[in-house]
């Protein structure tokens, strides 16, 4: 089965209550299953995640996740073939809102504030693998 990294962003729905800390408590479990790795960034509007494993596998996992009213706009940034994972010691790594990370942003954009549409694709997995990750 071929790896496969897919990278979408979406916004959170206001009208929805979300608890990050239980919506990754049950992506790590479910992606721990199906062997998918990747990071979630969360800036309290903007959602940027990296979804990384077979090609079935997350394809099936971001399908069942554009399904969820927790969020929506959801854009596909990009999906393709790789020949190694970026994140392969995270079920989820969550990427937090941080000074740290925020300086991140800096480097990779206009502004040190997330906006995805103003980001390229890769300077998005940039950000994430360079960054300050939480979790397993
Ligand atoms: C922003 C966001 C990221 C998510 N990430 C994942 C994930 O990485 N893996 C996963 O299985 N579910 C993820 N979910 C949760 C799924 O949308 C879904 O609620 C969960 O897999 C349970 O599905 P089920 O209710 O059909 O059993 C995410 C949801 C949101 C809103």
């Known amino acids: 089965m071929y790896l ?4 979408y962003c979406s916004e959170r729905n206001p009208d929805l209550d979300l608890d990050i800390e239980q919506l990754l ?6 992606n721990g299953r199906s062997n998918i790795t990747g990071a979630l960034w969360f800036d ?11 090609r079935q596998a997350v394809s099936e996992t971001y399908h ?5 009213k927790r969020h929506y ?13 970026l994140f392969h010691q995270w079920r989820m790594a969550y990427f937090a809102d941080t000074v740290d990370n925020r300086s991140l942003i ?13 980001m390229s694709g890769a300077s998005l997995l940039r ?3 360079e960054g300050n990750l939480l979790g397993d």
């Open 4 to 7: 496969t990294r897919l990278l």
């Open 25 to 30: 408590y049950s992506a790590r479990d479910y």
């Open 44 to 54: 309290g509007t903007y959602f940027v995640q990296v979804l990384e494993g077979g």
């Open 64 to 68: 069942r996740i554009a399904m969820d």
């Open 73 to 85: 706009k959801i854009e596909l940034v990009s999906c393709e073939m790789v020949d190694a994972r």
């Open 106 to 118: 800096l480097k990779y954009s206009g502004q040190d504030k997330l906006d995805p549409s103003a």
């Open 127 to 129: 950000v994430l693998a």
